[in-house]
Each structure stands twice: as C-alpha cells, then as structure tokens.
C-alpha cells in the first residue's frame, strides 16, 4: 500500500516529510482544488527533500476544459518537472461532453517521458465512468486519483470497488478526499484500492468577523499546512498493514 501525501507549499512539504511520507503530490491554492506550484517549490521538494514528487499541473482554477494556450502552458510546465526530476505528473482533460479528452491526455502522457501520470479527479466529473476508466486506460495513464465520483472517497467506496475490479490491474486506483487516519483501513478492505492520497492538514491562524476591515477576507488571514503529526499517524497505520 502506497500512501501519498497531498500538500500546499514548502512548508507543508517539509512537514509532511517530517511525519514520515515518503511520496507527495506538489500543488498551490489547494482551498481551490490546487493549481500548478512555482519552479523553486518544485525544485526544493525533489532535490533538497529528496521526496518523491508528483507534480499538479493545472494553470488556472474552474473547468477542465482547456484551449490551446492553455494547454501549451501545461506542455511546458510538463518539460520544466521532467528537467526537475518530478516522479511524476498530475493532470485531468476533459472535453464539453464531460468525457476524458484522449488527445489531450496521450499527447501528455508522450511528452512525461520516463514520468509517471496520474488522472486526477477531473474524473470524479465525468459522466460515465467506468466507461471513462477504459480511456483512460487506452492512454497510458499510470493511475486515476478518485473519490468513486462523491464528495469523499469514504461515501464513493461502492464506485472505488466497481473501478479496482474493472481496472483489473491494468492501472491503478488511487483513493483521494477526505481520508483519514480514521477511516483509511476500512477505505481499503471495502474497495480493494492500491494506494491512499490525503491532505492531513489543519488550518493555520483564527479568523474572528472583527478582522473584516483588516483583513477583508479569511484568505488574507488564515490558511491550511500539512499536520506533521496526522502524517505520521496515517503513515504508521499504512505501514503496518
């Protein structure tokens, strides 16, 4: 069982190498479902922490539908993580129809090389997706970050089992949102899944509705990092199975 730790910033990087993980996957603004993180934060987590790093790479928040500039940004951002020694990256395209954009997905798949590629939970938005998980098989995707298509992987168990017994092993199914410490053991004898992606994170600073002339909004106050000590009680139950 592999566990993956999803986290913010350096500091929520260095954090969770602190609690125990080994693996991460690097992303900004995860309050908004995470952008593509900055060349120095990338570099730091793979050569000076030494983690092994899955990078998101998704220029802007809202749809997963992207144009063509935009999809050059992803192009280059790709070459940047492979010349950073990235283990991999983290991407989702979708086209109008809701369904996986294949083009999209191969042409990235070809240009990550040696890295690995992870469909992330663009997927959890398709319409139909078991029939999706074929596709994204058929473009060389090494697994899917999934929820089972609901809010939490906990309440998408029945969807997570359906995708690891289609799947067969012809990629792997990653469990991903709200996992815990709490919950972790019985997310993976219930589906069968291969892997674990969490956040662990709690958040940092308090935000009172006297801060509003100060501040003028929370983002500007508070923020979350990486709990170190939740890291290390969700690794330590990991590797003890």
């Given amino acids: 069982m592999d566990l993956e730790i999803c986290v913010n910033s350096i500091q929520s990087a ?10 991460i996957e690097l992303c900004q603004a995860l309050e908004q479902g995470g952008t593509t993180p900055s060349y120095s934060t990338i570099k730091y987590c793979t050569n000076e922490l030494g983690l092994r790093t899955y990078v998101l790479i998704r220029p802007r928040t809202g749809n997963f539908v992207y144009n063509a500039l935009e999809f050059e940004t992803i192009c280059q951002e790709v070459e940047l993580c492979k010349q950073l020694g990235a ?125 509003v002339e100060q501040f003028l909004d929370p983002s500007n106050s508070i923020y979350s990092e990486t709990d170190s000590n939740e890291v290390q009680r969700l690794t330590t139950l990991i590797n003890q199975l």
């Fill in 14 to 23: 260095y954090n969770a190498r602190q609690g125990g993980a080994t693996r």
């Fill in 87 to 211: 283990t991999g990256v983290v991407v989702g395209f979708l086209d109008s129809n809701h369904n996986v954009d294949m083009q999209q997905t191969k042409e990235i798949v070809s240009l990550a090389g040696d890295m690995e590629v992870t469909f992330h939970r663009a997927f959890d938005i398709c319409n139909n997706p078991l029939q999706n998980l074929e596709r994204v098989i058929d473009c060389g995707c090494t697994r899917i970050l999934t929820s089972g298509c609901k809010a939490t992987a906990y309440h998408g168990m029945d969807m997570l089992k359906s995708l690891v017994s289609k799947a067969n092993g012809r990629i792997k199914i990653m469990a991903g949102s709200g996992v815990n410490a709490g919950n972790a053991i019985e997310i993976i004898n219930t589906t069968g899944v291969e892997e674990l992606h969490a956040s662990c994170k709690h958040v940092v600073g308090e935000w009172k509705e006297t801060d």
